[in-house]
């Protein structure tokens, strides 16, 4: 008997299903014939192939690639925390031109979430990442060159437009995983954000006090400059091909995954649903508010503002608390309003302040230890409500005033540890409930609403914070407790599910959950 497989594609109409491919979901996931892997029925899918190859050496490199740019991205986000307040002691700016200096990177990036989720659902992850890192390496190199205040806001704020597309290299990575190891790897990811972090504060430990500020900007577009020479090996995303027709340029990605996993490749054809190949549901973003995701967009929309609005604050607040705690603690202190408006009343971080904020910021890896360890047990939905419900938990104790560094160190490396947690389980949870026709574009919108919690939060870690440490953190144990229960109130339970391929699919996914 020979077995030959036939490269092309066959196309299947959903109202006249063949006899073959009916029953195809009832027999085993492939057959070992010698050295061959055999799918009955002579057909398959993306999800079977990337299912059948596994976890393996083109998987390792990829999280490499896209970790790179995760990294890339927290390194810009951790600078947030350490520029405004070299700004407002370099050019004696005020407290609320200090909470600018942030919101307007966050503008940028939610001006520019659903563009780039758009683009790359039309064109592709691979172009609109390699375009990102272009922009965000030459906008971010500018920064460091800026002559004034409206300059830096400017080009900051150009610099979060170009990171407006980074989540989209959780798209690609998603889109490539098996579904057995997608949360865990999803969740792993974040390891870069974590060390981009760590690694952007140990930078500034050592440029900050000699070479100031704008070194620290220079330099720390080293590694976008490095992820923008590797985008030309970033391999596309096949369910991007396959969703857009190009089945040729998806059989051959495949190819690559089995060379370079060591897998044979499947035998047949790669099967294609018409719904694939119509751009009737591809990259719109009012296809997000359809009756079967309606619910979820908005409540998936709250959950990433509240996320975000707590993760950045939380960033936020931890150079702030390191500087005003003892003296709002103490029951002598000065006037707030000098406190408050004095742009010339400025106090630079120390290396003991860096010290605590790199200890702060590795409260992320055991964050991420811990959301692997729950997410697949308890599912997604249960895992971020509880880490939510925890992380209030944590911004009571922050209320305590307390001049001990040891103590106030301890109760933000907990609470930084879980808000970090909660931000990949949504990040694992948002690419699984949306179709891969519109998983960019969704991904896209809730980054944007992400960016929106973002923009709000400096007026509450940078300025309101300097008037009253309860009020500030009750704000957001109160956004965390309403986030949770939105959690628990998304109408879909991803853990263990394939990616949906197609709208339709995903309003089937939704009903049979009811």
């Known amino acids: 008997m020979v077995l030959k497989r036939t490269k092309g594609y066959q196309d299947i ?52 690639w896209t970790g790179l740019c995760w990294m890339a991205d927290s390194m810009e986000m951790t600078i947030l925390s350490i520029l405004s307040p070299a700004l407002h002691c370099d050019w004696q700016i005020s407290r609320y031109q200090q909470a600018l200096t942030t919101t307007v990177v966050f503008l940028g990036m939610m001006l520019s979430s659903t563009f780039w989720g758009n683009l790359s659902d039309r064109y592709g992850r691979k172009h609109a990442l390699t375009l990102c890192a272009i922009l965000l390496f030459y906008y971010g190199l500018l920064s460091s060159i800026a002559p004034s205040f409206m300059w830096i806001l400017l080009l900051r704020g150009l610099v979060g437009f170009a990171i407006g597309c980074t989540p989209q290299s959780v798209t690609l990575y998603a889109e490539f995983l098996p579904t057995k190891q997608r949360a865990k790897c999803v969740v792993l990811l974040d390891c870069f954000w974590a060390l981009g972090a760590c690694f952007e504060v140990a930078l500034a430990l050592v440029v900050m006090p000699t070479l100031g500020w704008h070194w620290l900007l220079a330099l720390s577009t080293g590694p ?7 985008c030309p090996w970033l391999p596309e995303s096949a369910r991007y091909h396959v969703a857009s027709g190009q089945t040729e340029k998806a059989l051959q990605t495949l190819e690559k995954i089995a060379k370079d996993n060591g897998k044979p490749m499947l035998l047949g054809r790669l099967v294609v649903d018409d719904s694939f190949t119509s751009s009737l549901h591809r990259g719109r973003f009012r296809d997000l508010l359809i009756p079967s995701l309606r619910k979820t967009s908005l409540l998936l929309w709250f959950i990433w503002m509240a996320c975000s609005f707590c993760y950045y604050g939380l960033v936020l607040m931890t150079t702030e608390l390191f500087e005003t705690s003892a003296i709002l603690c103490t029951a002598q202190t000065e006037p707030i309003q000098m406190i408050d408006t004095c742009a010339a009343e400025c106090k630079e971080l120390q290396s003991t302040d860096y010290m605590d904020l790199l200890w702060t910021t590795l409260a992320e890896f055991p964050g991420i230890f811990i959301t692997i360890a729950i997410i697949e047990k308890f599912g997604r939905k249960k895992t971020m409500a509880v880490q939510f419900v925890a992380y209030a938990v944590c911004c009571c104790f922050l209320i305590l005033c307390t001049e001990t560094r040891g103590v106030l160190t301890t109760m933000l490396f907990f609470a930084r540890g879980i808000i970090a947690g909660v931000f990949q389980a949504a990040y694992v949870y948002t690419p699984e409930v949306y179709p891969t026709s519109l998983r960019a574009v969704g991904v896209g919108s809730c980054s944007a609403m992400a960016r929106l919690g973002a923009m709000v939060t400096p007026y509450v870690a940078q300025v309101l914070l300097k008037t009253s440490i309860s009020f500030s953190t009750t704000i957001y144990a109160t956004a965390a407790i309403m986030a949770a229960v939105a959690c628990l109130l998304l109408p879909i339970e991803t853990r263990g599910k394939e990616l949906t391929e197609n709208v339709q699919q995903q309003a089937n996914s939704v009903s049979n959950t009811q």
């Open 13 to 64: 109409d959903e109202n006249n299903e063949s006899p073959s491919t009916a029953n195809v979901d009832n027999l085993p996931q492939g057959i070992e014939m010698g050295s061959v892997s055999v799918v009955p029925d002579d057909t398959f899918t993306v999800t079977q192939a990337v299912n059948a190859l596994g976890f393996g050496w083109f998987q390792v490199k990829l999280s490499l």
């Open 224 to 230: 976008l400059l490095v992820f923008a020479l590797i």
